[in-house]
């Protein structure tokens, strides 16, 4: 099913609830991270980026600590780039720091089926090797078909696998909700 086919079918979280739950997140990175000058943020490109971003001004505030943000692409990681991705976009990496012995916090927007993440891990470590790496999502929405779940979660919601769960940030959409999207009723 493309995108353009699919409608709103719920709205689970409005601006200022997305803002309540990323404070949250950033209270929870800071209690897991005992040296705060090793932290550093890995957004998956897309969602994870703007997020990330958000999350860095957060913990910036808390920690005393401007923790610095890489950028993953992870087209070429994916265990299904070769069959059925529609034109895949290969996005730039940029990772600007050493990962070695360092505090990585890989960020997402949506959580679902774990393969995005593994295959971030994946790349992440042909930058180096971390101390620890966390992981932090806006949404989990259950449905995994790999052993992974995040350390940090802003909101864990109910999906089926027919419905998508979209973030909309406004870096790079029209308002801050996350929704439900699905097939139109015939």
Same mark, same amino acid.
Request: charged share 25%; glycine share 12%; proline share 10%.
């Given at each position: 099913m493309r995108h353009d086919e699919l409608v709103e079918r719920r709205r689970l979280l409005e601006e200022e609830e997305i803002h309540a739950r990323i404070d949250q997140m950033a209270a929870g990175i800071a209690k897991r991270c005992p040296d705060p000058e090793a932290l550093v943020l890995v957004g998956i490109? =897309?969602? $994870?980026? !703007?997020? @990330? /971003? #958000?999350?860095?001004? #957060?913990? @910036?505030? #808390?920690? &005393?600590?401007?923790? !610095? +943000? %890489? +950028?993953? &692409? +992870? =087209?070429?990681?994916? &265990?299904? *780039? *070769?069959? $059925?991705? /529609?034109? !895949?976009?290969? $996005?730039? =990496?940029?990772? %600007? *720091? !050493?990962? %070695? &012995?360092? *505090?990585?916090?890989?960020v997402d927007d949506v959580l679902f089926t774990g393969r995005t993440v593994r295959a971030a891990i994946d790349a992440l470590m042909d930058f180096g090797r971390p101390r620890r790496v966390l992981l932090a999502v806006l949404v989990d929405r259950g449905g995994r078909e790999l052993p992974i779940a995040a350390d940090v979660v802003g909101q864990r919601v109910e999906a089926s696998n027919d419905e998508t769960v979209e973030v909309r940030l406004v870096e790079t959409a029209e308002e801050d909700a996350v929704v439900v999207m699905g097939e139109r009723a015939r």
């Open positions: 490109r =897309t969602g $994870g980026v !703007p997020l @990330a /971003e #958000r999350l860095q001004r #957060r913990l @910036a505030s #808390r920690l &005393d600590v401007h923790p !610095p +943000i %890489g +950028i993953l &692409d +992870i =087209t070429l990681y994916r &265990d299904d *780039f *070769f069959r $059925g991705l /529609e034109q !895949p976009q290969v $996005g730039p =990496t940029n990772i %600007g *720091f !050493p990962l %070695g &012995d360092r *505090f990585v916090v890989l």
